[in-house]
């Protein structure tokens, strides 16, 4: 109950970026070879997910759990380098373009900037609509 709010939140918001993602890719890729054909996608899907997914371990989850700010840091290390090498498998098997790694990091970015905004903006209106009693 403590996190219903949060976790509607980014389901919705993760949703929202996937359906933001492919249609940027659909106006940016879509090409008349021989008919429509709708290319790689711009930014990458799965690296915006997975962007956002280590975003709330890094930012969320670590920090209650880990006290150390030395072990906090090395473990942020650790998830920055994770991705990194998710974006080099994607680049190595599947011919991605790296400019759609950078989209998928960039857009991953402003996308989690963007949530949290509205998230902390929004969420005391619906913790009162839902009658639910925690902190945000």
């Known amino acids: 109950m403590n996190y219903k709010i949060a976790m509607w939140w980014f389901i919705v918001t993760q949703v ?3 359906l933001l993602a ?5 106006i940016l890729q879509i090409h008349w070879v021989s008919g429509p ?6 930014p990458n899907i799965l690296l915006v997910w ?4 280590l975003a709330i371990v890094v930012v969320i989850i670590v920090p209650r759990f880990v006290k150390d ?3 906090r840091q090395g473990l942020t ?3 920055i380098i994770l991705w990194w090498l998710m974006l080099m498998a994607c680049i190595q098997r599947n011919d991605m373009p790296f400019s759609s790694g950078l ?8 996308w989690w900037q963007l949530s949290e905004y ?3 903006k929004r969420a005391k209106h619906w913790r009162h609509v839902l009658e639910i009693d925690t902190l945000i």
Request: proline share 3%; hydrophobic share 50%; glycine share 8%.
């Open 118 to 120: 509205q998230y902390r």
């Open 69 to 71: 700010r030395r072990l």
């Open 77 to 79: 290390m650790v998830t």
């Open 37 to 42: 054909k709708l290319g790689p996608t711009i």
């Open 103 to 110: 989209g998928s990091l960039f857009f991953g970015y402003f």
């Open 16 to 18: 929202l970026s996937m």
């Open 50 to 53: 997975w962007l956002q997914l």
């Open 22 to 26: 492919l249609t940027i890719s659909f």
